[in-house]
T-cell receptor, first 114, second 113 residues
Framework: GDSVTQMEGPVTLSEEAFLTINCTYT??????LFWYVQYPGEGLQLLLK?????DKGSNKGFEATYRKETTSFHLEKGSVQVSDSAVYFC?????????????FGTGTRLKVLA | GAGVSQSPRYKVAKRGQDVALRCDPI?????LFWYQQALGQGPEFLTY????????KSGLPSDRFFAERPEGSVSTLKIQRTQQEDSAVYLC???????????FGSGTQLSVL
């Protein structure tokens, strides 16, 4: 079945460091891919998305490129800030005959130190 | 406008009790999901509605779990004869249509004693 695999956390970085959080997926067909973020004490919210191969999603300095050949959607940011400390979830969505799948990874906690 | 609203925010139940969790999605949103999130884990799919039709309930862990959305808006997740392993945060999310971003509620934290 469809699934999403993320690197385990926690990831601890110093401010202004480069961030990569790996995400790979398994799905039939052509899913859309997403990164969601959950800040402390808040609900999940969309960070960025990509709907087809080679698309790049970007928001708030974060980027991720949909790589069909490696079934990956790694999240990157060139210079993290303390305010980026949160849990990041990779997800995929896919329409199938009669229904619709929207599946999340287990999440990666990021802690950024000043 | 209002976001996705869930109630109650916290629920403590004695083992064996029945509970009902409510989700009020954003008006006009066609798709509605229920997820279960254990501490330190990602949201695990429970069930999916498109309007009032429950198109996928493959994630419901047992026949003690039941969900409905009779008029295509408000949804209720019911858990009968609660067990300790049911303790988790139950998240509701809605979207305008398929493959669109999900809007999440704040969740209901269920503790079964």
């Amino acid at each position: 079945g469809d699934s999403v695999t993320q690197m385990e956390g926690p990831v601890t970085l110093s401010e202004e460091a480069f961030l990569t959080i790996n995400c790979t997926y398994t799905a039939t067909g052509y899913p859309s891919l997403f990164w969601y973020v959950q800040y402390p004490g808040e609900g999940l919210q969309l960070l960025l998305k990509a709907t087809k191969a080679d698309d790049k999603g970007s928001n708030k300095g974060f980027e991720a490129t949909y790589r069909k050949e490696t079934t990956s959607f790694h999240l990157e940011k060139g210079s993290v800030q303390v305010s980026d400390s949160a849990v990041y979830f990779c997800a995929l969505s896919r329409s199938t005959s009669g229904t619709y799948k929207y599946i999340f990874g287990t999440g990666t906690r990021l802690k950024v130190l000043a | 406008g209002a976001g996705v609203s869930q109630s109650p925010r916290y629920k403590v139940a004695k083992r064996g009790q029945d509970v009902a969790l409510r989700c009020d999605p954003i008006s006009g949103h066609v798709s509605l999901f229920w997820y279960q999130q254990a501490l330190g884990q990602g949201p695990e799919f429970l069930t999916y509605f498109q309007n009032e039709a429950q198109l996928d309930k493959s994630g419901l862990p047992s026949d003690r779990f039941f969900a409905e959305r009779p008029e295509g808006s408000v949804s209720t997740l019911k858990i009968q004869r609660t067990q300790q392993e049911d303790s988790a945060v139950y998240l509701c999310a809605s979207s305008l249509d398929r493959n669109e971003k999900l809007f999440f509620g704040s969740g209901t934290q269920l503790s079964v004693l």
